[in-house]
């Protein structure tokens, strides 16, 4: 199974703050790559696939980088909307693998 | 609008059975695959299983093969999971979620999520 590595596992940051959240995958994926936002009490949204493709209805202020093992999620202006945790998923090879999630607190 | 909602989960002893179902609207169903994940405070987000549009291919997990089922009713909407033999690790907040069309078969759309209490 490929294992994905989220690290850190929370930060703190303040609203205007660009946040960068890494993600490592154990063995090369391309861009099968995917980050998802979850809130408390909600299931995950998709924000990014394909590693750096923007989900419909998306705020651009969230982008995706990276091919191989490592990827990065960003966001260019952190809004208080976007206090959450986030993870990291790969669908390049079943049985799909997320990360242990990274969450965004406030600073 | 895409909607999904699970229903069927509540608390069921050990080695009981307990049958999920997924109610699928404003999407064409047949059309999609679908998957079943899950999560834990402890393990986090676990893929579960995935069947095809047609229901003709089925994967699962180490963890749940040969104790979970997969299928799909498309003349009903509907995507189920069938959990036998079920295990204390077993608890979890289970969603249904649809896999997008295209190559990189991202969750796109998911389900709000059952509680599934597996306790004596």
């Known amino acids: 199974d490929i294992q994905m590595t989220q690290s850190p596992s929370s930060l703190s940051a303040s609203v205007g703050d660009r946040v960068t959240i890494p993600c490592r995958a154990s063995?090369?994926?391309?861009?099968?790559l995917n980050w998802y936002q979850q809130k408390p009490g909600k299931a995950p949204n998709l924000l990014i696939y394909?590693?750096?493709s923007l989900q419909s209805g998306v705020p651009s202020r969230f982008s995706g980088s990276g091919s191989g093992t490592d990827f990065t999620l960003t966001i260019s202006s952190l809004q208080p909307e976007d206090f959450a945790t986030y993870y990291c998923?790969?669908?390049?090879?079943?049985?799909?693998?997320f990360g242990q999630g990274t969450k965004v607190e406030i600073k | 609008q895409v909607h999904l909602v699970e229903s069927g989960g509540g608390v069921v002893q050990p080695g009981r059975s307990l049958r999920l179902s997924c109610a699928a609207s404003?999407?064409?169903?047949?059309?999609?695959?679908m998957h079943w994940i899950r999560q834990t405070p402890a393990k986090g987000l676990e893929w579960v299983t995935v069947?095809?549009?047609?229901?003709?291919?089925?994967y699962y997990a180490d963890s749940v093969k040969g104790r979970f089922t997969i299928s799909r009713d498309n003349s009903k909407n509907t995507l189920y999971l069938q959990m036998d033999s079920l295990r204390t690790e077993d608890t979890a907040i289970y969603y249904c979620?649809?896999?997008?069309?295209?190559?990189?078969?991202?969750?796109?759309?998911w389900g709000q999520g059952i509680l599934v209490t597996v306790s004596s």
């Open positions: 979620a649809r896999v997008s069309m295209g190559t990189y078969y991202p969750f796109d759309y």
């Open positions: 404003g999407f064409t169903f047949s059309r999609f695959g």
């Open positions: 069947i095809s549009h047609d229901g003709s291919n089925k």
């Open positions: 063995q090369r994926i391309s861009t099968y």
């Open positions: 394909a590693s750096s």
């Open positions: 998923q790969q669908s390049y090879s079943i049985p799909w693998t």
